[in-house]
């Protein structure tokens, strides 16, 4: 399958991370609210429409193909997925769902000067000109100096970003 004919990034292209739908223990480890996933499923299906492109930085969901199936009917969009570490189903299983599994790292170019990368955990070392979005460390705090974070590593994991995807312009302008 050629991805370039299915997925381009766009300034409106939705990217969210570490969603973990009933992963039920991830509310307690990252202080969610007791609601979390009607909050999460809600502002998904407000903010993005059937046919807007949805970029999962991983960690979607966790426990049965029926939940799978579950949440693949009742969200909005056409999600394509970098695996997390928490997401375990086979890519073919996840395509007949209409969910594209996409490689980790995505890299691409965004405007005239800007190189993307798109991953689970942070890439780093990470070479000058790039911004990596990333999710994967959720509500924890970038690991000490000297862990190779920086300034253009960008954290999309929902207890950062208020719950909810958010379009590419409104995290990175392009260059």
């Known amino acids: ?60 969901a966790l426990g049965k193909k029926s939940n799978f199936e579950l949440l693949t009917n009742l969200l909005n969009g056409k999600l394509f997925l970098i695996r997390g570490n928490h997401d375990r189903l086979g890519r073919t299983y996840c395509e007949t769902q209409g969910v594209t599994i996409l490689n980790d790292p995505l890299m691409v170019k965004f405007g005239d000067y800007v190189m993307l990368a798109f991953s689970h955990r942070s890439i780093f070392p990470l070479s ?27 954290n999309m994991s929902v207890e950062v970003r208020e719950y909810r995807p958010w379009r590419l312009r409104e995290i990175v302008k392009p260059g």
């Open 1 to 60: 399958m050629d991805i370039e004919n299915i997925f381009e990034i766009t300034p409106d292209t939705w990217i969210i991370s570490d969603t973990h739908f009933f992963h039920e223990n991830i509310g307690n480890y990252c202080s969610r609210p007791e609601n979390w996933q009607d909050v999460i499923i809600k502002n998904w299906n407000v903010l993005i429409s059937r046919d807007e492109q949805v970029l999962h930085l991983g960690d979607f």
């Open 128 to 154: 000058d000109g790039i911004i990596n979005l990333h999710g994967h460390i959720h509500n924890n705090p970038p690991p000490l100096e000297g862990s190779g974070l920086g300034p253009n590593h960008i």
